[in-house]
Structure formats: C-alpha cells, structure tokens
C-alpha cells in the first residue's frame, strides 16, 4: 500500500466513445507505486457517457462517476470535480485523448517541484497534431500574452497537475465559469497567490471519437472578452 494518492479529473460531455478507453489507458499511466482515483465529471450527455462509465467500471474501486444536472458547463465541472477529489495531488485533462494519458507521470513528476505543471503545445518540444488549431491558438496565445502581460506561453491548454489543497485555496468564483478560458484565469490567480508555473513539452493528439464541442469564432469572442475582463482585474488589483 501507498500513501501517495492521485485524483485524475475528467470532465465528459457526449464522450461515449472515448471515455471507457480513456479510463483504462488513465488506469495504465499512473505510476505503479501511487494509488489512484479517476473522477469522471459528466454533464448528463445525452449520448449516455455516464451509464457507459457505470456500466465498464462498476465494481472498479479507482473510478467514480460524478453525473451533473444543474449549473453545467466545463469549467464547473473541473471545480466539481476537485472539490470531490479524494487525493491531493490532482491531474486534470480533457476526455477525447487530446490529452495523452502517458504524459502524466511526467507532469506529476515535476509536480513534486512546482505547484502547477501545465503540459504545453508552445514551449520546446511541445506540439499538436492538428495542424490548424495548433496555428489558430499560437496566434491567441500571442494575443493573451500581450493582454494578459504574462510570461505562460500555453494559456489555453487545461493539462495540468497541482494540489488541491492549494487550488481550493484561489477564488474559485472568478475562476471556475465559462470554458477553456477558465485556464488563463487559473494560472493568473494561481500567480497572484505566489503559486510557481512550470511549462513542459506535451504533444496534444487528435480527438480519437465523438466530435468537438468548440465553436472557434464564439470561443474566439468568448476569450477575448474574458481576457479584457481579466486585464480589467488585474489592473485593479495592482492599483489596491
Ligand atoms: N462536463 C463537461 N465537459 C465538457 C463540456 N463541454 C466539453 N466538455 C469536455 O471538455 C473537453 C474538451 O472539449 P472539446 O469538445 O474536446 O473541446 P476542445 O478541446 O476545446 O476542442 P477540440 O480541440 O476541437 O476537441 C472534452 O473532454 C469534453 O468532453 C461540458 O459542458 N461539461
Ligand atoms: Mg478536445
């Protein structure tokens, strides 16, 4: 038995195809001297998500299947699934293996060094096998790191490993709404609270089933709008 534990967050919505594979390669990619959770945090897909999960991973005690019905959304249902988590080391990834499970020893590694160690499309070695949306978010990650004034080059990545007790200790309010935005929002407050932010190369792959939930010219107004919103606060903050 171990005394070191890992919660893997995976927030789900219409990932049928994805998640009972993704749980299994989660399952392999944790460390074999580490015990584990895998909280998968459903919005109440109507292509039937969580009863696949039930169904896959009943009596598997590492696996729990959290099912949301009010005040949905991503970013929600990451913080849900962190005010559930068990363990205090927490890994958080998106559930269509953009994110690749063998990646996090790796991040939990580094982990035992910074309080976030965020797997990064923009720093050497990093990259994605969509070449489009690649370009499109390098191109954004220029625009935030202007706004924002920030030295993070993947705003935008949500692969990521820190403490619990330590997240649970940032305004979560005006942190967890909204979608992939909530991520820039993170890593700025987690700044602001002398947290340390470590980059390392991670490859982001192709969704392997289901399809993308983005809609990239309501995300594009979306994040701007939440970069301007931030800017606004941390000028603010400056200011008190
Ligand atoms: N719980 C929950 N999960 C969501 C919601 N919307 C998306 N997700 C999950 O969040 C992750 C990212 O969503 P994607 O649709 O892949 O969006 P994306 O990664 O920004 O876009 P692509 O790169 O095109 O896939 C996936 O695991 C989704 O299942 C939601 O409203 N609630
Ligand atoms: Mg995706």
């Given at each position: 038995m171990t005394d070191r534990g890992v919660s893997v967050i995976l927030p789900t919505y219409n990932e049928a195809g994805n998640i009972v594979a993704l749980v299994r390669a989660v399952g392999d990619a944790i460390p074999p001297d580490w015990d584990y959770e895998i909280l998968v945090v459903d919005d109440n897909s109507p292509d039937g998500t969580f009863a696949a999960v039930q169904s896959a991973c009943a009596?598997?005690?590492h696996v729990v299947a959290l099912l949301r019905t009010e005040d949905r959304g991503f970013a929600k249902s990451i913080r849900a699934g962190i005010e559930r988590a068990k363990f205090d080391r927490v890994v958080i990834m998106d559930s269509?293996?953009?994110?690749?499970?063998?990646?996090i020893p790796r991040l939990m590694h580094i982990g035992e060094i910074y309080d976030i160690v965020s797997g990064s499309?923009?720093?050497?070695?990093g990259r994605m096998e969509d070449v489009a949306h690649y370009l499109t978010s390098m191109i954004y990650n220029w625009v935030l790191r202007l706004v924002l004034r920030t030295q993070v080059q993947d705003n935008l990545g949500g692969f990521f490993t820190a403490r619990r007790s330590a997240l649970l200790k940032l305004p979560l309010d005006e942190i967890f709404?909204?979608?992939?935005d909530y991520y820039f929002r993170l890593l700025h407050y987690a700044q602001w609270k002398r947290m340390t932010i470590v980059e390392i190369p991670a490859a982001y792959m192709l969704r392997t089933a289901g399809k993308s939930k983005s809609n990239p010219l309501r995300m594009i107004m979306n994040y701007s709008i939440a970069a301007i919103r931030l800017r606004a606060a941390i000028s603010r903050e400056s200011r008190d």
């Open positions: 009596g598997d005690p269509d293996f953009t994110h690749d499970p063998v990646e499309r923009f720093c050497a070695g709404y909204g979608y992939g």
